[in-house]
């Protein structure tokens, strides 16, 4: 799988929208990413994924730039409830496992 | 409710003492696997299941067992724990998709502690 990097930390205002970078210069053709979220000690959850468009659902938007070599987690309207340690992970299509790594712990502020 | 279920969530026990954590999920998903989480390392994989009685290893194996002998359930065994197996672990399944959707179900977690 390729390698992601995101920052350690980021803090946001309840409210606005929080943006949530990841590097993936590496990242292969067949390979997704995929972004998840650990709130404290709880087991991780799903929030979204892509390949190569921008994709939306309930809870979030990923915007994919157009080499494919970063990527955005947007969280539209943040609430004290979406601090969190967030992943971002490239996953090859036929890989059995997600490889976390150290993520961005996002602090919601009120 | 669809859930990933772990038994038990926090166990204090002594080296060499054989002990089992078990998972169970209830919604007929294929994928199940194990993970732990240390400080630093984040969550590393121990073995994962496709489906009954297949199984593989995933990054860290050593000195663990796991089993699938029915599509709910997928223990993880330790026969002789050690102190580097303190560790918080997870249990997670995944239905078999399709589009490259691969979202993990996560149980609550079972704070292993050997001393």
């Known amino acids: 799988d390729a390698k992601t990097t995101q920052p350690t930390s980021m803090d946001c205002a309840e409210g606005r929208a929080a943006n949530l970078p990841c590097n993936h210069s590496?990242?292969?053709?067949?390979?997704?990413v995929y972004w998840y979220r650990q709130i404290h000690s709880q087991g991780p959850q799903y929030i979204i994924h892509?390949?190569?468009n921008n994709e939306t659902n309930e809870m979030a938007s990923l915007i994919i730039t157009e080499d494919r070599k970063s990527s955005t987690l947007i969280l539209p309207h943040a609430t004290l409830r979406d601090t969190a340690v967030y992943y971002c992970i490239a996953r090859g299509f036929n890989d059995y496992k997600l490889s976390f790594g150290a993520g961005t712990t996002v602090t919601v502020r009120a | 409710e669809a859930q990933v279920t772990q038994n038990p969530r926090y166990l204090i026990t002594v080296t060499g003492k054989k002990l089992t954590v078990t998972c169970s999920q209830n919604m007929n998903h294929e994928y199940m696997s194990w993970y732990r989480q240390d400080p630093g390392l984040g969550l590393r994989q121990i073995y994962y299941?496709?489906?009954?009685?297949?199984?593989d290893k995933g990054d860290v194996p050593e000195g663990y067992k796991v089993s699938r002998k029915e599509k709910r359930n997928f223990p993880l065994i330790l026969e002789s724990p050690s102190p580097n197996q303190t560790s918080l672990y997870f249990c997670?399944?995944?239905?078999?998709?399709?589009?490259?959707?691969?979202?993990?179900?996560f149980g609550p977690g079972t704070r292993l502690t050997v001393t």
């Open positions: 997670a399944s995944t239905p078999a998709g399709t589009s490259g959707r691969f979202e993990q179900y």
């Open positions: 299941s496709m489906n009954v009685e297949v199984t």
């Open positions: 590496t990242i292969s053709g067949n390979e997704y």
């Open positions: 892509g390949l190569k």
